[in-house]
């Protein structure tokens, strides 16, 4: 069994692309939802795109809650090391360039790619992270220099409050990440300003 055995996903190859975007669905998603996004955000890159494994009420998820914006830590730790090791060696099956992987995530996949990157920083090059909030403290603050991270975030977000938001981009702040955050008047939908800032983030992301 490789790696890769461990997810569902799908992987779209791109000709001589020099990045590939980990695309990160949320709660109830699946490996295809967000395709269309990633292809919205970079047509040049290739997508890789896993299915989370934890079931809530049916729904898939990258890791267990207790209750709304109330995570299982340890669980959180499990699975972003388990996904972080399926990414790389997805990187080696495929031969991606390892220091080019960039995460889209949104909601329960922001929340994920937001561990990986305070867990195994070593892993993402950088992430577009939409309607994320903190995952979880590390014990250990990682060192995330050189990382670039774009947060986009609902004012009127009825399940992440601007506060944690903003805690989240503190955090990877203080951990040495250039983190572009943005306040958006709307909720916890996502809306083609998200799409359109993003993209030009990722545009100036060498």
């Known amino acids: 069994m490789t790696a890769t055995d461990t997810f569902i996903y799908r992987f779209v190859p791109v000709e001589n692309s020099k990045r590939t975007l980990l695309v990160l669905h949320g709660t109830g998603g ?58 790389a060696g997805a ?10 992987i960039v995460a889209i995530g949104y909601s329960n996949g922001a929340n994920i790619a937001s561990a990986m990157m ?11 992270l939409l309607r994320g909030q903190v995952p979880l403290v590390p014990e250990k603050v990682p060192d995330l ?3 670039s991270v774009f947060l986009s975030s609902g004012k009127f977000d009825p399940i992440v409050d601007a506060e944690n938001a903003g805690q989240l981009a503190e955090m990877l702040k203080k951990a040495g990440a250039d983190v572009t955050h943005k306040l958006l008047p709307s909720g916890h939908e996502l809306t083609r300003v998200d799409i359109d800032d993003a993209r030009e983030w990722l545009s100036r992301l060498a």
Request: charged share 35%.
């Open 30 to 87: 699946n490996e295809d939802d967000l395709l269309p996004v990633g292809r919205m955000l970079d047509p040049e890159s290739a997508l890789l795109s896993p299915r989370g494994k934890v079931l809530e009420n049916g729904a898939p998820r990258f890791f267990r809650r207790l209750r709304e914006g109330v995570f299982d830590e340890e669980d959180v730790i499990r699975r972003a090391n388990e996904l972080a090791d399926f990414v």
């Open 91 to 100: 990187v080696k099956e495929n031969g991606l360039n390892a220091s080019q």
């Open 118 to 128: 305070l867990l195994r920083p070593e892993i993402l090059r950088g992430a577009v």
């Open 145 to 147: 220099a050189g990382k």
